[in-house]
């Protein structure tokens, strides 16, 4: 492998085999627990799967730690690419070592007073790989890298996905979509999320939960009818009544959903794709409906029952394909159905960022086509008079506006409900909620 950061033969460390594991609490650790998560998206995993199963056994603060470290890598990947890029001749030969460079290089923009810490603790990381034999590569770079900044920024920043952070396809679709919004989508996108509750109306008011909070010091702002946007995130286990059912942590975007269906007490309701169930325990929350509850995950019906459960609700949770009807409909028509579709998750991007990374521009049109035969084999289960909310997090229209439209031009049968008037909502991601779209279609024959 050359670098041009290579010190010279002669000056080379000799190879490590064995060297010592960094202290459990180390940056070094982190570095280690992040570069690998980092590199397992890169192989195509899921960033929140990859955390989960690190969590095992490692101390609270170095596992918060390598969360930030790989979240804040993969938020900035595209720029971190670049950076790299003009910095190796060539990509290192373990994805790890690629990946632990691009932690570090986000700790060094993030924490810049830590800078000589964040280079000896990434080498000291370094040592554990490959036999230690790119420890000398890692520190070339990065002092390289703290020597040469201001050209590097603007070298990196001179490109798409490095000045927006996101996949250059991903930028042209927002801005034949957006041409005045593009940028701030973009920039959202990049951010980090709020923190939103969703106070459980059916065991006291927003007010008096607000001021539950004012009491354990946890500053938040009203929003709708049942939301409070905190000042800063807190730990759920912080949150006075969590654990009791008394609140959840819910988007106040996505808490739209159950706003828009509007389901009244005795109607049998459909959640077509329910996991995790937030909205499901919504719809409950304000009504006591028949509820179906669908997804085609068995492990993430159980998210769902574990939810319902923390808030003392019920509902009939099936691990079921909407698309097959045969395996979960019993013939009897749904009053409501909630078609939260499968999307691309472009909306809530800055919660998931290996999203940007993991998509490809073709899965756009594949996610399309599942929406679609969602729709068609959700609608003969409507209810005369019912009404179908569609709903995505997504900020394409491909997967929106586009798909509502053909949808009711197949179907004779079905006129839009205004929203807000409008005949749709779709909310961008900003400093109050995250990007979603929603469609009230009802059934008129």
Known sequence: MSSRNSPPASRRPSPVHSAPEPAPDSLARALLLASAAVAAVQAGRSLTEVLAQQAKGELGPTRAQAQDLAYGALRRYGWGEAVLAALLQKPLPEPQLQSLLLCALYRLESRPEQSHT?????????????????????NGVLRSYLRQRPELLARATGKPSGAWWHPDWWLFRLRRAYPRDWEAIATAGNGQPPM?????????????YQARLDAAGIAAAPLGSAALLLQNPVPVDALPGFFDGFVSVQDWGAQRAAELLDARAGQRVLDACAAPGGKTAHILERAGVDLLALDVDGLRCRRVEENLSRLGLRAAVRAADARCPDDWWDGRPFDRILADVPCSASGVVRRHPDSKWLRRETDIAQFARVQRQILEVLWPTLAVGGRLLYATCSVFPEENSQQVSAFLARHGDARRIGIDGADELQLLPGSEHDGFYYALLEKTA
């Open 118 to 138: 964040v280079v000896d603790q990434a080498v000291a990381a370094a040592a554990t790989l490959a036999k230690g034999n790119f420890r000398g590569v890692i």
């Open 196 to 208: 939103t509750l969703r106070v459980n109306l059916a065991r006291g008011s927003r007010e008096e």
